[in-house]
């Protein structure tokens, strides 16, 4: 009796310690509207962290760099993008508003982000439209969302609170 017992807990164990390391894609990308943090350069994807452009454009010493760079990121922290849990997004960006579908992979960590409407370029909007359309890989919880690249040396990070 006590073996078919023990035998009887060993089955369920599977059951009781299951790790799912499938990220909740919902929870993660349809969680509210996001905000463009900056774009990163020179990234450690792992460590999540990189080079940001335009904050360091704001905090460079030379006057005019670093009013064009406030100037950047007064228009970059404009943007946002809604994903919706029907599979399709809309947001703002500089002139005008963005449509499309994405997809994303919670056990492979990979996004799929494709526009049906897009405004007039803008060189912030190009940007913008790039990163997305070039996005492969993700990371992310329900307060900030990273998207990258094939190679991960860069990325763009979005939050949902608007940044000032």
Known sequence: MKLKSILYMLMLL?????CNNEDDVEEIFASGTWHVVDFYGKANWDKRNGEPKYNAMAHNPDKTVAAEGRKA?????????TFKADGTFTGSIQNGTI???WQADGKDRTVNINFTKTPSSTSYNK???????NAIFYQGDSNVLLLAPEGKKTYIQFAHNKQD
């Open 73 to 81: 990121l007064d228009i970059i922290h404009s943007f946002n993008i």
């Open 14 to 18: 599977p059951f009781l310690w299951s």
């Open 127 to 133: 940007e913008f439209i790039e990163a997305l359309n």
């Open 99 to 101: 449509e499309g579908t």
